[in-house]
């Protein structure tokens, strides 16, 4: 696992800070002409267990692996229960209204289309 930050303490029963740490999943961009790609590798983790919210410039994606199967008798596990979290500051030139999200086979996909003023287009030339 890469880099993990800091959640906000939780107390336990003995009012001592319980360390909760997030793992920070691998993300690829890419840039076309029309839009922004965000990929972020996040294994295991499903639609009910993730959240993208924007605030203002920031995005922000967390994601939720479980740890165990309810009512399961593990044999063997080397898998655990994993919360992600990673932060970007957008470009203003992306159109925040119209950023798609779908999850596809443990990745995020962040479809983070430019505003029209930014893209690059033809100017014609008059007589």
């Not at 961009?29 to 993208?52: D, F, N, Q, S």
């Amino acid at each position: 696992m890469n880099t993990a930050i800091q959640k906000p303490s939780q107390t336990t029963e003995s009012n001592q800070p319980a360390p909760v740490t997030y793992a920070t999943p691998r993300v690829d961009i890419v840039e076309t002409k029309e839009a922004y790609r965000l990929e972020a590798e996040m294994p295991g983790v499903g639609k009910e267990g993730l959240e993208v919210s924007l605030d203002g410039n920031e995005l922000t994606i967390l994601g939720h692996r479980s740890a165990a199967l309810p009512g399961a008798e593990y044999l063997h596990r080397e898998s655990k229960a994993v919360d992600y979290r990673r932060v970007f500051e957008l470009d203003p030139a992306i159109d925040a209204a119209k950023i798609a999200a779908r999850m596809d086979q443990g990745v995020l996909v962040l479809d983070l289309p430019k505003s029209e003023h930014v893209k690059p287009r033809k100017v014609t030339i008059g007589d």
